[in-house]
């Protein structure tokens, strides 16, 4: 078990929770109440309202992107190159991870 941070779309601190192997950024996100982890389709990689930005270093402490994941996040306000889906990453290791949460449109 780890500690997941959360980030507002500022890059200050609004909360931090629990985070086991088991969960996804977007389940903790939503269990937890954090403002812009909306998760419209539930997980379903469709809808990119789970959208998350990581550092270079956190990636990695997550499983890797997919193809069909970078398409969803390239029509999303605010991609980059550490855009990721919050409802796809999952923990490869018990670890802490500081994620934030880019500004909703």
């Not at 078990?1 to 950024?25: P, Q």
């Not at 109440?33 to 270093?57: F, K, N, Q």
Request: proline fraction near 3%; aromatic fraction near 4%; charge should be negative.
């Amino acid at each position: 078990m780890g500690n997941i941070t959360f980030l507002d779309e500022h890059g200050e601190e609004s909360l931090t929770a629990d985070m086991s192997m088991d969960d996804t950024v977007m389940e903790v996100g939503r269990r937890e109440g954090v403002r812009g982890i909306i998760a419209e389709c539930g997980g379903v990689m469709s809808c990119g309202t789970c959208h998350v930005w990581l550092e270079p270093d956190v990636n990695e402490k997550f499983e890797p992107k997919e193809d069909v994941e970078d398409e969803v996040l390239a029509e999303l306000h605010g991609y980059c190159e550490n855009s990721r889906l919050g409802c796809q990453l999952y923990l490869v290791e018990d670890a802490d991870v500081v994620v934030q949460v880019p500004e909703r449109l």
